[in-house]
């Protein structure tokens, strides 16, 4: 590599960014075969030894021949979860109905825990909400 020359630096930069840009869509491409489950076993081995032998020429194979599956499945997957994050929420937050917040007030206010009158204010605050 000659560092003293422009066009030698910019070069190396093209290679370089070449390469980068080739192991983003190899890893999108495995990862678009190893989620997609219609597609048979042999098939996934042929497109990975594909990726070994001629690996940018099968790259840009597969996203010509499968990319709109691969959006259709990426964006699957992200709606899969972001309803799983939406859920872990829900449930993380502990946001009750009216009728389980009166209920776990009764139980406190049985237990000796709030007063008659803290157990008017939160029954006051579940029926509001």
Same mark, same amino acid.
């Given at each position: 590599?000659?560092? #003293? #020359?422009?066009?030698? +630096? &910019?070069?190396? /930069? ?7 840009? !080739?192991?983003?869509? &190899?890893?999108?491409? =495995? /990862? ?6 219609? =597609? #048979?076993?042999?098939?996934? +081995? ?5 990726? +070994? *032998?001629?690996?940018?020429? $099968?790259?840009?194979?597969? +996203? ?6 691969? $959006? ?6 992200? *709606? ?6 939406? %859920? !872990? ?14 209920? /776990?007030?009764?139980? &406190? ?7 008659? %009158? %803290? !157990? %008017? ?5 579940? =029926?509001?909400?």
């Amino acid at each position: 590599m000659d560092w #003293s #020359s422009f066009w030698g +630096v &910019l070069w190396y /930069t093209i290679l370089v960014f070449a390469f980068v840009a !080739y192991l983003i869509v &190899l890893f999108q491409v =495995l /990862t678009d075969l190893f989620r997609d489950h219609t =597609l #048979s076993a042999g098939y996934k +081995v042929l497109w990975i030894i594909g990726l +070994v *032998v001629l690996p940018y020429l $099968t790259a840009f194979v597969y +996203v010509i021949a499968r990319g709109k599956g691969m $959006t259709e499945r990426s964006r699957a997957t992200a *709606v899969a979860v972001d309803r799983a994050n939406q %859920e !872990y929420i829900r449930n993380a937050a502990g946001k009750a109905s009216p009728a389980e917040q009166i209920a /776990t007030a009764k139980s &406190l206010l049985d237990a000796g825990v709030v007063s008659q %009158e %803290e !157990y %008017e204010s939160l029954k006051a605050k579940a =029926l509001a909400s």
